[in-house]
């Protein structure tokens, strides 16, 4: 199984969109300041995660995500949630 997932930058409040075959082992990696793309957007929160069967439908819906398209989606998506904090 894949997971596309979606986290939120509590620094400069943008989104950063990912899939990974391991969710655990990769939110470790962001957390700790492993990953080059949010290394200096920390803390980070996991908001959204979606689960695929294979790689390409993963990588389809992560591409998706990044689109305009994709990121009305994903405001729309957690419009309450993101009132709150």
Known sequence: MYYVY?????KDRRFYVG???NLKNRL???IKGKVMSTK???PLRL???EVCLNRQDALHRER???TA???RYIKSRLKNYLKNI
């Open 6 to 10: 979606i986290l939120l930058s509590l």
């Open 19 to 21: 899939y990974t075959n």
């Open 28 to 30: 470790a990696e962001h």
């Open 40 to 42: 200096n957007r920390r």
């Open 47 to 49: 908001v959204y995660s």
């Open 64 to 66: 998706y995500l990044k």
């Open 69 to 71: 398209w994709g990121k």
